[in-house]
């Protein structure tokens, strides 16, 4: 796991995108996996930059989203389908087709996971999966306990979850309380992962997977088994961890040639 700590999440955006800008020259169809959140919003907006400065192309690539809420209307603003192409499939031109994303409006639900694990291995797989963190540990809408050999499936969400996320709709009560989301062990499948936290309020869950023992009371700790897991913090975010200092005396000496 590289732990990169940067002044603040501009930076981290501009870092995030020379990954993905990086990986979308050398392999044109590329597959890419989706993050919501506030999180990836600086990264979304950088490659919305670069597609519109410098015609970086997404024609060819894919976009997988991690998760999404069961029972919100098909076109709902806050349904993460919504989010995403608003936030970024919009922006740049990735063919609305080659977008998607587990299908939180089915009646067979068991089905619609199933049939979104198979699209993902159609596509070949991920290449590059954004991520953030909530604020108790939760990849995706992975809360804690959940199965590290988790796949594609139904979750509901804890109390605290809903809270954090009430700030998008109206009221509290209009936070569904389950969802959709690529398993523990879906997301270590893909080949590079970018987990990006910013903000006090992520100090803890961010020393816990990043330095804690491996436990599911902390879903993102099983990125300490990823072979490629890069997590980007800001100094806030950063501020709990034990080894700060030799994180970034690491990322200072850093061979330019070695990328992220
Ligand atoms: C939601 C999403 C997660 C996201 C988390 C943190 O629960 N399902 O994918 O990482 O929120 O969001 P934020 O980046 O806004 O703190």
């Given amino acids: 796991m590289e732990v990169v700590i940067l002044s603040g999440s501009k930076q981290i955006g501009k870092l995030a995108a020379d990954a993905i800008e990086e990986l979308v020259r050398r392999k044109p169809d590329a597959v890419l996996g989706l993050a919501t959140g506030s999180s990836p919003l600086p990264t979304y907006d950088e490659l919305a930059a670069r597609h519109e400065r410098d015609g970086l192309d997404f024609s060819r690539t894919q976009g997988f989203a991690l998760d999404e809420y069961v029972g919100l209307p098909a076109g709902h603003p806050?349904?993460?389908?919504?989010?995403?192409?608003?936030?970024?499939?919009?922006?740049?031109?990735?063919?609305?087709?080659?977008?998607?994303?587990?299908?939180?409006?089915?009646?067979?639900?068991?089905?619609?996971?199933?049939?979104?694990?198979?699209?993902?291995?159609?596509?070949?797989?991920?290449?590059?999966?954004?991520?953030?963190?909530?604020?108790?540990g939760h990849i995706g809408f992975n809360e804690p306990g959940s199965s590290f050999a988790s796949r594609t499936r139904i979750k509901s969400l804890i109390e605290q979850t809903r809270r954090d996320n009430a700030r998008f709709f109206s009221s509290l009560a209009e936070v569904p309380h389950h969802v959709l989301t690529q398993g523990l062990g879906t997301i270590m499948e893909a080949r590079h992962v970018i987990l990006v936290a910013t903000g006090a309020q992520k100090a803890q869950a961010v020393r816990d997977f990043v330095e804690g023992p491996v436990a599911a009371i902390c879903p993102a700790s099983v990125l300490q088994f990823h072979p490629h897991a890069t997590v980007l913090l800001d100094e806030a975010a950063a501020s709990a961890l034990k080894l700060a200092d030799f994180y970034r005396h690491t990322y200072d000496n850093k061979p330019a040639w070695q990328g992220l």
Avoid: K, M, W
Avoid at 126 to 132: A, E, M, N, T
């Fill in 78 to 136: 806050e349904s993460y389908r919504e989010v995403i192409r608003r936030e970024f499939t919009n922006r740049v031109n990735i063919a609305p087709e080659n977008v998607h994303g587990p299908d939180g409006t089915a009646t067979d639900i068991p089905a619609a996971c199933r049939a979104y694990e198979e699209s993902i291995a159609a596509a070949g797989g991920i290449d590059l999966q954004l991520l953030g963190v909530g604020t108790d």
